[in-house]
């Protein structure tokens, strides 16, 4: 049984195919890498009556580890390893050199120095394996006394950064084009106050004009505002799989009634096809109905003058697993998306057109919104469109 306790406390380590009962102390200190923290061992002391001198109380503390982990001996020989190692470095075998895991040199001479100092190194990583990826590498010395050749000497705890860093990029890229899509509207409303403070106050034409364009730039901001507090709320609730059952067919019907003046006003016209009567699936009411706006709502907005948006529901079977599915399919025919646009579609703040997707009032989030929403329900998005011709927009989800 292995027990973690606080830094500086001990770790118990019992083991059944020990001769005698035997207790391993380690010495624990807290390691920051990245967004977390873990607790590390620092070194430990193995009693020489253990059977394989303490090799099989090593295998089963590096076997428990969540990252991966490895053990050399006091050559560079990997004398065992966890199973995680063999996903990030397939090469790596036991009795392989450690330059199998890798050969960057910081790593090679905190091993050196490990050896001859029984400190604690801490090394980045940046190895191909096989793409690029960062690590983090604790090499400490393992203190065996009296240790026969191969026996364990050096342990090796490695941490993946890379979605880390991934991750904080994009929070990151996300702060700078949230801040910019408000800039620009905030600029707009700054200019359009000076000059009714200036030029307009005594013209009441031109102080209509700019209150009106006053109107549109709050409207913008507000919308953006709004699709950002959506974002925010669907990425909270990410990890749970809804629970309530919905009636698809009339939750589209109603989402469909409720975006015909807006459709009315761009001379486009809505059609709604369902054919298979009532459909249930289990999900979040708001945020399906969310998805058939967000669709419907962009095929209007990027459809031709006096042309059509379709929304159809219709059943299939998941031909790998046999499970019952509906597709919800927005179709209109507008303008189109150029194939090498449509893998990008669904980040934030991707324009296929910033000027158009502007004039039209968008804000770049309405199909990274649709994403997560569906993602969180365990379904999927299909995006097949055609320049010139128009799109077609598919959430499919599991139903019942």
Same mark, same amino acid.
């Given at each position: ?28 200190? =807290? ?43 006091? !050559? ?22 450690? !330059? ?29 394996? +096989? ?17 026969? +050749? ?42 359009? =106050? ?9 013209? +009441? ?115 790998? !697993? ?52 569906? !993602? ?25």
């Amino acid at each position: 049984m292995l027990r973690s306790l606080k830094s500086r406390r001990v770790l118990t380590c019992r083991v059944s195919r020990l001769r005698n009962p035997i207790r391993n102390i380690w010495k624990r200190n =807290a390691m920051q890498t990245g967004l977390e923290s873990s607790a590390v061992a620092d070194s430990a002391i193995v009693d020489p009556s253990v059977e394989d001198n303490g090799e099989t109380q090593w295998n089963v503390i590096v076997d428990a580890m969540s990252d991966p982990a490895v053990v050399l001996d006091d !050559t560079g020989i990997v004398v065992h390893h966890n199973p995680q190692v063999v996903d990030l470095y397939p090469r790596v075998r036991i009795g392989s050199p450690v !330059t199998m895991l890798s050969r960057e040199p910081d790593l090679l001479s905190a091993i050196d120095s490990v050896r001859e100092t029984n400190e604690r190194f801490t090394v980045q990583l940046h190895d191909r394996v +096989p793409v690029t990826r960062r690590m983090s590498a604790i090499v400490t010395r393992i203190n065996v006394e009296d240790p026969p +050749p191969g026996a364990p000497a050096i342990l090796i705890m490695l941490r993946d950064l890379t979605d880390q860093e991934q991750y904080a990029q994009m929070r990151t890229d996300f702060i700078a084009h949230a801040s910019h899509e408000l800039r620009t509207p905030l600029a707009s409303l700054k200019l359009i =106050a000076e000059t009714l403070q200036g030029p307009a106050r005594e013209d +009441p034409e031109k102080r209509e004009r700019f209150l009106s364009m006053m109107l549109v730039q709050a409207t913008r901001m507000s919308q953006l505002i709004d699709d950002l507090l959506s974002l925010s709320r669907v990425e909270m609730k990410a990890h749970l799989l809804p629970t309530d059952i919905l009636e698809v067919s009339e939750l589209a019907e109603t989402v469909m009634q409720s975006l015909e003046p807006l459709a009315e006003a761009q001379n486009i016209a809505l059609k709604f096809e369902n054919i298979e009567g009532p459909v249930n699936v289990r999900g979040d009411r708001e945020e399906i109905a969310q998805v058939i706006q967000n669709l419907v709502h962009n095929a209007i907005r990027y459809g031709k003058n006096n042309g059509n948006a379709k929304l159809s529901i219709t059943r299939q079977q998941d031909p790998s !697993t046999g499970q019952k599915q509906v597709r919800i399919a927005v179709i209109d025919d507008g303008i189109g998306i150029a194939a090498e646009h449509i893998p990008r579609l669904t980040e934030r703040f991707y324009r296929v057109s910033a000027v158009d997707s502007r004039a039209t009032g968008g804000t770049g989030l309405g199909l990274a919104i649709v994403k997560h929403i569906i !993602t969180r329900h365990r379904g999927e998005i299909e995006v097949t469109s055609e320049v010139g011709k128009g799109s077609m927009f598919t959430a499919i989800l599991d139903s019942m």
